[in-house]
């Protein structure tokens, strides 16, 4: 159970500010971000670790972490990109509407946004398959 003043805070207005029961719930996937400040605070790599857990997947987090660390900039954007790329070369469609989509977390939905969108040649299939991904 997510505690109140964690279901119900309003998001800090700078990473120092943060909560760290806060950036522990969002490294799990258990909420999702309020804001700009949380979605830079999560590591993107522990709540992947996490993702691949739970979908018997543990054997893919050494493509991820490759593909992360052959970045030329590391940012939090890249990341993301990176992972829902990845996660599209591991995977197929109907793993990605399963397992990433219907996420409590954002980044999580965001990663399977990444992913479905390389997985469709027509504008019209793409805005399809992401309608489980929009808030």
């Not at 605070?41 to 593909?67: C, G, H, M, P």
């Amino acid at each position: 159970m997510i505690p109140e003043h964690i279901a119900n805070r309003k998001g800090a207005r700078s990473i120092k500010d943060l909560d760290s029961k806060v950036i522990e719930y969002l490294n799990a996937g258990i909420i999702e971000t309020k804001n700009l400040m949380e979605w830079l605070a999560i590591d993107q790599l522990v709540l992947l670790k996490t993702v691949l857990r739970l979908t018997n997947k543990v054997d893919w987090y050494e493509s991820f972490e490759e593909a992360v660390n052959n970045q030329k900039k590391l940012t939090s954007n890249s990341t993301t990109k990176i992972i829902g790329q990845t996660f599209a070369q591991l995977s197929d469609s109907t793993f990605v509407k399963t397992h990433l989509s219907n996420s409590q977390s954002d980044m999580v939905s965001c990663w399977g946004c990444w992913a479905e969108s390389l997985f469709h040649d027509s504008l019209n299939g793409l805005l399809e398959a992401m309608k489980p991904h929009a808030a």
